[in-house]
């Protein structure tokens, strides 16, 4: 059973498109990050929420918490070849403060200039 | 500030062979993770250490062990290899309660 369901699990679209991945779970967490994994590269982290409802942007991606912090969104706006890569969303479930994380099933993204 | 090593970034195995990897954290964080990627699987989660000890294991059988150091460099080592052990294997390191990793390049393992 995978607890962190991510969706689409491959997108492919042209430069300068628009576009939305979500992570989803039946599970309330008290913090989410998002990760990009390029190529050959371990991931890196691009943001932590951790209040339901919260909005970050970093430049041209969005991400949200959902209000009941069980699920979240990437958006990224006006794509480039260089946001191509694997983007995964992880979770701490359990709440007790360690580093143990889940991590979702991941959104391979191919932009296309 | 120098980012998390590991070593060597690839490896070639044959099955019953045992194989050690190395992990050198963030200068100042005490938690070490390691993790399991396969095209398969995804990301799974091996163990844990926080100041030399275990403090979260995955649902790896025993031949997947690890350890962490004073200095909080941490080494994984698997035994009797199957070819399923294929993979890239991950360390991330971290402060040790904010759940925000920074992983290493990995190191890839192919079991002939």
């Known amino acids: 059973t995978q607890l962190l369901e991510q969706s689409p699990q491959f997108l492919s679209i042209q430069e300068g498109e628009n576009l939305t991945v979500y992570c989803n779970s039946s599970s309330v967490f008290s913090s989410l990050q998002w990760y990009r994994q390029e190529p050959g590269e371990g991931p890196v982290l691009l943001v932590t929420v951790v209040t339901g409802g919260e909005v970050k942007k970093l430049k041209r991606l969005t991400f949200q918490f959902g209000d009941a912090r069980k699920d979240s969104s990437l958006h990224i706006t006006a794509a480039q070849p260089g946001d191509t890569g694997l983007y995964l969303c992880a979770a701490g479930l359990d709440n007790f403060g360690n580093e143990k994380l889940t991590f979702g099933t991941g959104t391979r993204l191919t932009i296309i200039p | 500030k120098a980012g998390v090593t590991q070593t060597p970034r690839y490896l070639i195995k044959t099955r019953g062979q045992q194989v050690t990897l190395s992990c050198s954290p963030i200068s100042g964080h005490r938690s070490v993770s390691w993790y399991q990627q396969t095209p398969g699987q995804g990301l799974q989660f091996l163990f844990e250490?926080?100041?030399?000890?275990?403090?979260n294991k995955g649902n790896f059988p025993g031949r997947f062990s690890g350890r962490q150091f004073s200095n909080s460099r941490s080494e994984m080592n698997v035994s009797t290899l199957e070819l399923g052990d294929s993979a890239l294997y991950l360390c991330?390191?971290?402060?040790?309660?904010?759940?925000?990793?920074?992983f290493g390049e990995g190191s890839r393992l192919t079991v002939l």
């Open positions: 250490y926080f100041s030399e000890t275990q403090r």
């Open positions: 991330a390191s971290g402060r040790g309660n904010t759940g925000e990793l920074f």
